[in-house]
């Protein structure tokens, strides 16, 4: 298979219509669906189900959407870490959540600093659930994920702490005088409708809390009384006094990783994994 034949497949199988596919390549339509019927010939297997209406994906071909997905993301991440390795002396990139494991994330780049050898780390602040797809395309080596909310599927990966969570609530709430509630009662609180958090293809799913992207949002938007949140407890470290928390026994757990690609040689990231699993 091709790459272009890969990335025609994915086009198609994501928005579910030929001329929307063809619309986002930048290709007419007709093109487009020899390309894939090409494709369907060689691997001798049906992908799609063609209809008046709709473009569904056969067992068959949600295969390949998700492994041509990691191989598109593969090709992706060795053009770029070539072309990085050129512009100079070795750097790593770091992604983490934004607001999420802040005294965690300190106290590793210090330690690293302290190592010999220890090269420059540019940290990359992001969005939910973005640091995933950040290391899997190249734009970042390594990044701090958080299980269960992130995926750590195809990676290497340490474990570097594990925490219960809290409720978050604005400080005052009458709430904040109880020692623990539960998940159940959080998420049938009337004056604090719980956030939306957008889905992988940047949609948000329906629902009266308000739309927020980052950890800085969510809380600000606590503090003027609009929502609540269940996060990790180390989230207290960070708080502003307009915000108090409640702890919330039956939260899942939640466990940081550091995790990298499988197929790094990087010295350097050895280094930075190393001074992680010290700490």
Wanted: glycine share 8%.
């Amino acid at each position: 298979m091709e790459t272009r034949e890969l990335r025609y497949f994915v086009a198609v199988a994501q928005e579910r219509h030929f001329g929307r596919a063809a619309q986002r390549l930048g290709i007419a339509q007709p093109p487009l669906s020899r390309a894939i019927a090409q494709l369907e010939r060689r691997l001798g297997v049906t992908l799609l189900e063609r209809t008046s209406r709709a473009v569904t994906l056969t067992e068959a071909g949600a295969v390949l959407l998700r492994e041509g997905r990691a191989a598109l993301d593969a090709v992706e991440a060795a053009e770029r870490r070539t072309r990085r390795a050129a512009t100079g002396g070795p750097s790593l990139v770091l992604v983490t959540k934004a607001g999420a494991s802040s005294e965690l994330l300190a106290k590793l780049l210090d330690a690293y600093a302290a190592e010999p050898g220890a090269v420059a780390i540019d940290v990359q602040l992001c969005g939910v659930g973005e640091q995933e797809g950040l290391l899997r395309d190249g734009r970042a080596d390594v990044a701090l994920l958080h299980l269960p909310y992130d995926s750590a599927v195809g990676f290497d990966t340490e474990v570097l702490h594990t925490e219960g969570q809290v409720a978050v609530l604005p400080a005052g709430h009458p709430l904040t005088t109880r020692p623990h509630l539960t998940m159940a009662e959080v998420a049938a609180i009337p004056d604090l409708p719980m956030p939306r958090w957008p889905r992988r293809d940047g949609s948000y799913p329906d629902g009266p809390g308000p739309e927020v992207r980052d950890n800085a949002q969510l809380l600000q938007l606590i503090g003027l009384g609009r929502t609540t949140a269940v996060l990790p407890e180390s989230v207290r470290a960070s708080l502003q006094r307009d915000l108090a928390t409640v702890p919330v026994p039956d939260a899942p757990t939640v466990t940081t990783l550091i995790a990298w690609p499988p197929h790094s040689r990087s010295r350097a990231l050895a280094g930075l994994v190393l001074a992680a699993t010290r700490l």
